[in-house]
């Protein structure tokens, strides 16, 4: 299981996504150092995790197949459910890197140990988009009508780690999985007129994560297993990965955003919120660290808190979506009810994250008001945007706050999309690689040395200039 890229964990955030799509999201403030733009061998952990992960789900359907027809119809659950998660794995190795293996991957006892004929070509990445969206509309469909034995029933509850053996959750997840990866092709013109109408059906079935009750996690219920969050203070903590970015700081110190203090703490020698200035000099940048006079990911609340769930998805996420889909389709109105909607559920998400804190010295001691929400909303002014050009900007900022370190994975697909926000990077002119943030991470060195026929047949696309084919703006 590749948990450790769902739960906050030391190895993705500090060997995956450090250098990487937190800098390029400038979800964190970091230093203008040598080669910052060049992802290097950092996927090399995720790649390996998410094929474990494959090999995994193909044994599953290799026992699966040797079923009766009967009791493949009982345990029909587990295949939909697998497929499901896969899916949105799935999907997210595809926005990171574009084509992947994957039809013929992770079939390594089905040869006999024989590595040779295990190695698997790549797929198409717009062909597997397709692919998933069609199964996962079918077992959308599906689900309205599954019926479990009572034996299965028991099994799966205790075996379901994500929704505890929930078929309404399922749902909601299939759902705003689907949401989420047609909001996401929908500027690709083969695909459009399909994304604005399976989007319809889905608002208006109704049956998504909208509702901040029903959000999709993997929750951390003890800190005696593996599924803990117990090393993600030291990734964050080492390596100044906790460094406020200036962009986010300062919307929050401009708008009165009430979760800057659930977020961040002032720097040490800062009687303000200060957040790293990306333009400047790589040792100015250094000593205002040094100086402690940088604003840090709040440590009581995120870095030292080993109860943080690890997000799938979540309904503020789900809001936005639907306010760009009916911004996109011309209703304002609507647009504002579901963005308004999102940032009251945003801030108190993060409100309740601090719940469970173990260390209090930087939880804040009141929670916000009623009438501090209102205010950031009214300051914010979504009315006020009159074209959905202007819109779009205050909702691609609000996902840029709600995403911030948490889901980095979704934050930079979503950023490359939308070409938003617009933030300033400064170019890396010491590298002879890449000046500017990267448009894709570039595949682990194994496929070339050990998939090399079927790694030939993507090479030429293998850069950081390649776009991903949701890319088109």
Known sequence: MNFEDVIPSYWNYFTVIRTTSLTFTQAHGFVNSSGRYVTGATITDRWNRYYKFVTQFRELEKVYATLSPADQAANKIYMITATIYLYDHTSKMIDNVGDIPFSEAGKISMTGGDYSKAAAKYDNQTELYIKMLDELKAYSTELNSVTLNAGVETVFKNQDLINKGSLVSWKNYCNSLRLKLLNRVSAVPALTARANSEMAEIIAEGKIVDE?????????????????????????E????????????????????????????????????????????SGAQDQLIADTKIALYNMSVISKNKWLPGTLINAPEVNLILAEYYTRNGNGALAKTYFEKAIRQSIEYYVRLGDKADVLTWKPTAEPTVAEVNAYITKINFAGATTAADQLKLIAFQKYIHY???????????QRRLKLPVFTFIDDETSTIRKSPPTRFTYPNSERVYNTDNYNTVKDKDNLSTKIFWDVK
Request: aromatic share 10%; net charge negative.
């Open 212 to 236: 901040s009750a029903e959000n999709i996690a993997f929750r951390v219920y003890t800190q005696d297993v593996d599924l803990d969050t117990s090393g993600f203070f030291d990734a964050l």
């Open 404 to 414: 911030n370190i948490m889901q980095a994975d979704e934050s930079w697909a979503e």
């Open 238 to 281: 080492s390596g100044n990965n906790n460094i406020a970015p200036k962009p986010m700081i300062d919307h929050m110190n401009t708008n009165s955003d009430p979760r800057e203090a659930w977020l961040f703490q002032k720097g040490a020698n800062a009687t303000a919120y200060v957040g790293l200035d990306p333009t400047l000099a």
